[in-house]
């Protein structure tokens, strides 16, 4: 399901004159959406099934670092479609999907999340990301 879902997120753009960041409000406006709704669904269960009232949302702590990491996510987001409109979905989408190779960069090296025959894994799995993405750069220059 993730994978039909991931790689088919961007085939509406291929029947708009829109491309790319043109994209960005409406996407922004059906996660603020989404997320509303997860949040009501998720206060009714906990008020109506468990009989518990929502966690405190720690709004003064927690404002600036979401801000920011939301920035942050954006800016990502925004570039993630200017590279998929530019080089195409099969590689650029490929391209941006290997943030995960990042992500576990950070958590191996700086917070040490891993460690021993886990990391072994990781680079395997590494490897298969690294030799899709230059199998699709190879059909793409066939």
């Known amino acids: ?4 879902w991931g790689g088919a997120n961007l085939v509406p ?3 708009s004159p829109y491309k790319g ?3 960005q409000i409406s996407f922004g406006i059906g996660a603020l959406v989404a997320n509303l709704v997860v949040l ?4 009714l269960v906990l008020r109506c099934w468990f009989g518990r009232p929502m966690p405190s949302f720690h709004l003064r702590t927690m404002a600036l670092p979401g801000f920011v990491s939301g920035i942050l996510w954006c800016a990502g987001n925004f570039c993630a479609l200017y ?3 530019s080089i195409g979905q099969g ?10 190779i990042v992500s576990g960069l950070w958590g ?3 917070y040490r999340e891993l460690r021993g025959t886990p990391i072994v894994f990781w680079c395997v799995a590494c490897l298969f990301c690294c030799a899709g993405v230059l199998g699709l750069a190879a059909v ?3």
């Open 21 to 23: 960041a043109h994209f």
């Open 13 to 15: 753009s291929h029947f």
């Open 91 to 100: 590689i650029g989408y490929s391209l941006v999907q290997c943030n995960g």
């Open 108 to 110: 191996i090296l700086y």
């Open 40 to 43: 009501a669904i998720y206060g």
């Open 140 to 142: 793409r220059e066939a």
């Open 83 to 85: 590279a998929v409109n």
């Open 1 to 4: 399901f993730n994978g039909l």
